[in-house]
């Protein structure tokens, strides 16, 4: 079985700082996909930035950005210039790749952006 | 606005009771996921539906049952409800092709509170 977490329960950041939400996963598979989603007060969740296992690459979405360490299983985000409506509770997801498959949440990160 | 629409956003009842939420999937999608959050138990997938078939199924009880319908919305049926399944449960979009991992979009929430 899938495992994501997410060790930092709480994190706080100033307005136009950068903050970097830590995740880890544990899998034996090697074909998989990372996600990171955010909720904010509203409670909807909302994609946020995903990774291909298979890219070295980092994703890359406007001030989001991730850092991919497959052979440590490690995916941090890193926000950039962070804006007040950045605060919300971020999560960490993992999926198998293929058909039929479900999302694996992490017990999430709540980020408060400070004015 | 991820285009995934769940009814009722909120829903109030009393225990042994059962209800009905619904999610309409975003056009063209054809996997439809169901999962449920709640404060001790955190985001956990429950049931996941493809083009009308079940596909998967995670941990959902035996009080709960969902379908998808050929329009392709789908129903999640609870019942008998007790006070710890007050929660919020989200459906969940995706193309669900047979061979790749389709990013999931997810609707905005049912809030189930059970007096």
């Known amino acids: 079985a899938q495992t994501v977490t997410q060790s930092q329960p709480e994190m706080s950041v100033q307005e136009a700082e950068t903050v970097t939400l830590s995740c880890t996963y544990d899998t034996s598979e090697s074909n998989y996909y990372l996600f990171w989603y955010k909720q904010p007060p509203s409670r909807q969740m909302i994609l946020v930035i995903r990774?291909?296992?298979?890219?070295?690459q980092n994703a890359t979405e406007n001030r989001f950005s991730v850092n991919f360490q497959k052979a440590a299983k490690s995916f941090s985000l890193k926000i950039s210039d962070s804006q007040l409506g950045d605060t919300a509770m971020y999560f960490c997801a993992f999926i198998l790749s293929g058909s039929a498959r479900q999302l694996t949440f992490g017990s999430g990160t709540q980020l408060t952006v400070l004015p | 606005d991820s285009g995934v629409t769940q009814t009722p956003k909120h829903l109030i009842t009393a225990t042994g009771q059962r209800v009905t939420l619904r999610c309409s999937p975003r056009?063209?999608?054809?996997?439809v996921y169901w999962y449920q959050q709640s404060l001790d138990q955190g985001l956990q997938f429950l049931i996941q539906y493809y083009n009308g078939e079940e596909r998967a199924k995670g941990n959902i009880l035996e009080r709960f049952s969902a379908q998808q319908f050929p329009d392709l919305h789908s129903e999640l049926n609870l019942s008998s409800l007790e006070l710890g399944d007050s929660a919020l449960y989200f459906c969940?979009?995706?193309?669900?092709?047979?061979?790749?991992?389709?990013?999931?979009?997810f609707g905005p929430g049912t809030r189930l509170t059970v007096l």
């Open positions: 969940a979009s995706s193309k669900g092709t047979a061979t790749n991992t389709d990013t999931q979009y």
């Open positions: 990774q291909e296992a298979y890219k070295q």
């Open positions: 056009s063209g999608d054809l996997s």
